[in-house]
T-cell receptor
Framework: GDSVTQMEGPVTLSEEAFLTINCTYTATGYPSLFWYVQYPGEGLQLLLKATKADDKGSNKGFEATYRKETTSFHLEKGSVQVSDSAVYFCALSPTGGGNKLTFGTGTQLKVEL | GAGVSQSPSNKVTEKGKDVELRCDPISGHTALYWYRQSLGQGLEFLIYFQGNSAPDKSGLPSDRFSAERTGGSVSTLTIQRTQQEDSAVYLC???????????FGSGTRLTVV
């Protein structure tokens, strides 16, 4: 079945550092890929998405590129802020939409001054 | 409403008791999902409702779990004879289209003592 693998956290960075959170997936066909963010005490929010190979999703300075050849969707940000501290979830939706998203286990990011 | 609303936000119950968790999706969203988020784990799919179609119950972990959606809007997740392993955050999400990402509620934190 479909699966998503994320790097384990917590990831601790200094403000203005470069961020990469790795995500790889296993799925048949051409799934859609998502990054969700969960700030402390809040629900999950859609951060960005990509629906086909080589698409780049971007939002709030975060980017992720859908790489079919490496089955990856790594999240990057050039300069993190303390306010980016949260848990980040990679997820996929099966080819054709499907009924449910499959999530990774989440990666906690802590940004310090 | 403006977002997905879940109640209660926190619930502490004794082992063996039944609990009901409520989700009020975004008005007009035809799809509604329940997920479970356990400590240190990703999001586990429980059940999915789409319009008037039969729900996808493939993620329900046991027959103690059930859910219904009345009038295509509000949904209730019921857990009978709760066990300690049921302790988790139960998240509800709604969506207007398949594969386009969900809007999540803030969740209900269930603690079984």
């Amino acid at each position: 079945g479909d699966s998503v693998t994320q790097m384990e956290g917590p990831v601790t960075l200094s403000e203005e550092a470069f961020l990469t959170i790795n995500c790889t997936y296993t799925a048949t066909g051409y799934p859609s890929l998502f990054w969700y963010v969960q700030y402390p005490g809040e629900g999950l929010q859609l951060l960005l998405k990509a629906t086909k190979a080589d698409d780049k999703g971007s939002n709030k300075g975060f980017e992720a590129t859908y790489r079919k050849e490496t089955t990856s969707f790594h999240l990057e940000k050039g300069s993190v802020q303390v306010s980016d501290s949260a848990v980040y979830f990679c997820a996929l939706s099966p080819t054709g939409g499907g009924n449910k998203l499959t999530f990774g286990t989440g990666t906690q990011l802590k940004v310090e001054l | 409403g403006a977002g997905v609303s879940q109640s209660p936000s926190n619930k502490v119950t004794e082992k063996g008791k039944d609990v009901e968790l409520r989700c009020d999706p975004i008005s007009g969203h035809t799809a509604l999902y329940w997920y479970r988020q356990s400590l240190g784990q990703g999001l586990e799919f429980l059940i999915y409702f789409q319009g008037n179609s039969a729900p996808d119950k493939s993620g329900l972990p046991s027959d103690r779990f059930s859910a219904e959606r009345t009038g295509g809007s509000v949904s209730t997740l019921t857990i009978q004879r709760t066990q300690q392993e049921d302790s988790a955050v139960y998240l509800c999400a709604s969506s207007s289209q398949r594969g386009r990402g969900y809007t999540f509620g803030s969740g209900t934190r269930l603690t079984v003592v």
